[in-house]
């Protein structure tokens, strides 16, 4: 069974250019999150999708940031534009059942660099 | 203010030699409890969770946490570390919050082994 997988693995790109994250989470898994570390940080949540629908969002930093999950699979985290403060390491997560005890699955993330 | 606290951020063992990492929460109720590791190149892996019932969990790997309620803590322990343990390894938790499934994250805690 393929786990989770990000797209890129590694994206830099310069202030003010846009740029769009791909995560393909475990087949059937309903629930899909997406986190950010940014650099000396911890890990922070961004938002939490159950199938198509935003569940939560309270995470997102700015409206710069922009989740979509058409038809329930594959999401997309759009920013535009990019800031410097932008830069990090966006992971993406899954799970089955949506509930406090369930494992949440994470992809390898990606690495975003904003010069 | 609800937290997840690892106090250290990096830790050089000996291989063979036994290992403990902290955590500790501050939230009014017991949250759910995990610890993950991020490998090299890798995305976080699950390593053990806790709920409820016996304190002392048994994960992957050979690693076991100890949930102490009256010290807030969930220690990560592991007996004698191997080499291929070098990694990121952080303390999560879900707080028991209605409507709530994200993980909050302390800042995790990398450790070296030393050959």
């Known amino acids: 069974e393929a786990g989770v997988t990000q797209f890129p693995s590694h994206s830099v790109i310069e202030k003010g250019q846009t740029v769009t994250l791909r995560c393909d989470p475990i087949s059937g898994h309903d629930n899909l999150y997406w986190y950010r570390r940014v650099m000396g940080k911890e890990i922070k949540f961004l938002l939490h999708?159950?199938?198509?629908?935003?569940?939560?969002e309270s995470g997102m930093p700015n409206n710069r940031f922009l989740a979509e999950r058409t038809g329930g699979t594959y999401s997309t985290l759009k920013v535009q534009p990019a800031e410097l403060e932008d830069s990090g390491v966006y992971f993406c997560?899954?799970?089955?059942?949506?509930?406090?005890?369930?494992?949440?699955?994470f992809g390898p993330g990606t690495r975003l660099t904003v010069l | 203010a609800q937290s997840v606290t690892q106090p250290d951020i990096h830790i050089t063992v000996s291989e063979g030699a036994s290992l403990e990492l902290r955590c500790n929460y501050s939230?009014?109720?017991?949250?759910?409890l995990f610890w993950y590791v991020q490998s090299p190149g890798q995305g976080l892996q699950l390593l053990l969770k806790y709920f409820s019932g016996d304190t002392l969990v048994q994960g992957i790997k050979g690693f076991e946490a100890e949930f102490k309620r009256s010290q807030s803590s969930f220690n990560l322990r592991k007996p004698s570390v191997h080499w291929s343990d070098a990694a990121e390894y952080f303390c999560?938790?879900?707080?028991?919050?209605?409507?709530?499934?994200?993980?909050?994250f302390g800042q995790g805690t990398r450790l070296t082994i030393n050959p």
């Open positions: 939230y009014g109720a017991t949250p759910y």
């Open positions: 999708f159950v199938k198509e629908s935003k569940q939560d």
């Open positions: 999560a938790v879900v707080p028991v919050i209605q409507g709530a499934q994200k993980l909050v």
């Open positions: 997560a899954s799970s089955q059942v949506a509930g406090y005890t369930d494992t949440q699955y």
